[in-house]
Every structure is written in structure tokens, then in C-alpha cells.
């Protein structure tokens, strides 16, 4: 069956079909994904639906903190792992491993993105909830394209970016259209949208508010049709990290400061990973390791404690972080003319880094702000609303305390 005749009999299983409410044991919950909505558009005015769940529910105070380094891919993987980049293993949107040899991994590349070797140093949540007995359902979220562990979600499909939002969700809405004991107990929903347009135009442009409007429509696409169909879920919304606006006139590049035959780039960007040639890594270490303008440079292993990265086999030896707004880049491969719009990656202590994290249903606690709310503790947080037991990881449960009743409600 092709994607688009899977998409169309969603839509349509989502337009036709009704089914009574679930009981409170039962009761769905619903991962809502919104890649790259910093936590302050919150404030923009222009999202409704969610400024209302947020201010019904529990959301993070002053934004949820993301993992480092702040990318898709890695953040999204830790937000249903629980665990750090460095201890899941994704440890960036682009990387290599020893143990690959080869291969490397790009989010353009179907082929690896789709292989579980990437994947299985850790367990996420859909795994998780099937190894128990409950059924779950992705829809398109970064990492669950592969079968992880040997396991595959109940419901899936290969990510597609040019489904539109609305749409997505109709294919969500399919599968609760189910039968009662085929519907997912645990269902995740991806939208890129806002990644896009940041990455495009920059976080203050038209286009971002125009795409907070979209991604709040798809929310109240989502509510209506939950509601038509007497499904009463526990929604946890979140996003992987902020974003911040770039220029060409704010670019770092390293082989400004020494010979690039010297050292072997992996990734460019707000954070830039190499490895020196054989033989030349005091010239390297000499020329990068420290503070310069706009940029610092460490030793894998030598990282503040405070970002948690730098052990897992696949960093490369020297990590670079620049400073927020800033870009960093190699001549044979930079051009400063097309350094533009918004980026990521940045110190996850940084304000414009911060993410989007709403809890809302039964089984939350109303008007709730959570002070201390890591992308690390979401995984417990969803453990808990399902009544799993959940791999320990990095997170911590009693961050999400405040926001759920010790007693779900019927």
C-alpha cells in the first residue's frame, strides 16, 4: 500500500468512525511534538488553543530546558528516552561511530535514519509501553521510523514532510477511530512547521507567526476531533528546543586559526565537531582548544559537567560551541552569503534555547508551573500517566510531582 492511499484511508477511518469514551485505566495519552517552538512564542498572541491548555495545565516555568547540544534529533530522541545525547547515542543530527564503519549519519539519509543501530542504546517510550502489552501509534517522530530494540510501534509510518499539519493529524484521529481494543494507549504526533519557518526567516519574522498559528490550529484540529470521538487523553506537548537569528556577518572559521588539512569536520553549525589528522593533534589542540571571540573549544571529555556530553563513543575528539547568534564554519564549505534566518544547538542554558512544555488532561493538575522542568523528565512523566516501569534514565520524577494527581480521576 502506497503512502498516499495509507494517508487517505486514515483521513477517511478518521472522518466516518465514533467510539465511546475510555475508562480512566485507559485513558490515552497523546505526545504532541512541535519541533522548534522556542517556549516564549507562547506570548506572541497568536496560539489560543495552546496558550489555553498551558494556562489549564502544567507547563514549564520559563520554558522547558533542552539537552545539549539543542537539535531536532537528539532532543526529540531524549524526550522519549529520558536519557541525555550523550547517553542514547544520537548524539547529534549528523555523526559517525567506530563500530559503522563508512557510514555516517545525516537526517537526509533514509537508509541510516531508518536503522536501528543508531537507536538501540537506549529504550523510548513506545518500546517501552509494547513490551508491556499496550498498543502505540507514531506519527513521524524522529526515531521511530526504526525498530528499535526489534520492536515496532503498533502504528506507524515513514516520515513524509510534505503532509500538511491538518492532514497529520487526521491520520492521528484514524487511529483512535478504531476499535476500542485496537486504538493506541500511547499515540506521538510530529509537526515541523515552525523549524522550518525559523530556520528560513529567523525567529522574529511574519513567516514564524504565521507558522504558531498553523501549529495551534492543528491543536484545536486535534481537540475537536478527540472530542467527537468521546476520547478523553492526557496531552503532554512539547518541543526539542528554541531558536535563535543568524547572520553571514557572525560566522567562525576555523581554518582562519590553522591549516584544514590539519583536522576532519563531522558537523558545522552553532556547534561544530572534528578530529585532528594523525600526528597533528597538538597543532589542533594548540590553535582551538579554549576561549576565542565568539567561540570555545574542548576535549571531548573535558566539557562543563553542567551540559552532560562527551563520553559516548560517536563525539568526535574536539567540540566546539559558538556563542548564541554566532556560526561556525570552514571556508571550503561555508558560504557567509547563505547564512541567514535562525539556528539552533546552542548552549541549552541559553533563553532562546529554551522549549515548549504543556501537560494537560485528567490526570494533570490545573494551573500548574513546573520550576525545574529538564527535557530529561518527560519520559518519567509519560511513564507515569501509562502506570509503566520505565527505564531509569537521566530524568527525574519528582520534577513532574506538582503537575499529576496522585489518583487518576475516573
Known amino acids: 500500500m502506497t503512502f498516499r492511499s495509507l494517508a487517505v484511508l ?57 539537552s545539549f547540544p539543542s537539535v531536532t534529533f537528539p532532543n526529540f530522541y531524549t524526550l522519549a ?50 513490551k508491556a502489552g499496550l498498543r502505540t501509534a507514531t506519527l513521524f517522530w524522529p526515531g521511530s521510523e526504526a525498530p528499535i530494540g526489534g520492536v515496532r510501534p503498533t502504528y506507524w509510518l515513514p516520515f513524509e514532510q510534505s503532509v500538511p499539519s491538518a492532514a497529520r493529524v487526521n491520520m492521528l484521529l484514524g487511529w483512535f477511530a478504531l476499535p476500542m481494543n485496537e486504538r493506541p494507549r500511547l499515540a506521538t504526533i510530529y509537526f515541523d512547521i515552525l523549524d522550518t519557518a525559523g530556520h528560513r526567516f529567523g525567529p522574529d519574522s511574519p513567516e514564524v507567526t504565521a507558522a ?29 528546543h528554541g531558536m535563535a537569528a543568524i547572520s553571514g556577518e557572525r560566522v567562525i572559521m ?14 558545522l553549525g552553532p556547534v561544530a565537531t572534528l578530529d585532528p589528522a ?57 558560504d557567509p552569503g ?5 539556528a539552533h544547538g546552542y548552549d541549552n542554558a541559553e533563553p532562546q534555547m529554551r522549549a515548549l512544555f504543556i501537560a494537560h488532561g485528567r490526570d494533570i493538575i490545573p494551573a500548574v508551573e513546573l520550576p525545574d522542568m529538564d527535557s530529561v523528565d518527560v519520559q518519567p512523566l509519560l511513564a ?27
Request: proline share 6%; glycine share 10%.
Open 212 to 240: 504558531l498559528a498553523e501549529a495551534d490550529a492543528a491543536v484545536t484540529l486535534l481537540l475537536e476531533g478527540l472530542k467527537s470521538r468521546g476520547v478523553e487523553a492526557n496531552l503532554v506537548i512539547v518541543a526539542d
Open 254 to 267: 576555523l581554518d582562519d586559526q590553522l591549516d584544514p588539512s590539519a583536522f576532519t569536520v563531522t558537523a
Open 81 to 130: 528516552t529520558g536519557l541525555h545525547p550523550d547517553h542514547h547515542g544520537l548524539v547529534y543530527n549528523m555523526m559517525q561511530d567506530s563500530g559503522l564503519p563508512g557510514r555516517t549519519f545525516t537526517l537526509g539519509n533514509r537508509v541510516e535514519v531508518m536503522d536501528r543501530a543508531w537507536y538501540d542504546d537506549a529504550e523510548p517510550i513506545w518500546v517501552t509501553a509494547e
Open 10 to 66: 486514515f483521513i477517511w477511518l478518521a472522518a466516518t468512525l465514533a467510539a465511546p469514551a475510555v475508562r480512566a485505566q485507559e485513558r490515552p495519552v497523546i505526545l504532541i511534538g512541535l519541533d522548534g517552538f522556542r517556549a516564549d512564542y507562547l506570548d506572541r498572541g497568536v496560539t489560543p488553543t495552546l496558550s489555553r491548555l498551558a494556562a489549564e495545565g502544567a507547563r514549564a516555568e520559563g520554558g522547558m530546558k533542552p
Open 338 to 342: 547563505r547564512i541567514r534566518g535562525g
Open 384 to 410: 507515569r500517566l501509562l502506570g509503566l516501569d520505565a527505564p531509569t534514565g537521566d530524568g527525574r520524577a519528582e520534577d513532574t510531582d506538582l503537575a499529576v494527581r496522585a489518583d487518576p480521576e475516573g
Open 278 to 334: 594523525p600526528g597533528r593533534e597538538a597543532e589542533v589542540e594548540h590553535a582551538l582548544l579554549g576561549s576565542a571571540p565568539h567561540r570555545q573549544c574542548w576535549r571531548k571529555g573535558e566539557l562543563p559537567a553542567r551540559l552532560a556530553y562527551g563520553t559516548h563513543r560517536r563525539i568526535p575528539a574536539i567540540v566546539c560551541l559558538a556563542e548564541t547568534g554566532w556560526y561556525i564554519g570552514v571556508r571550503a564549505r561555508t
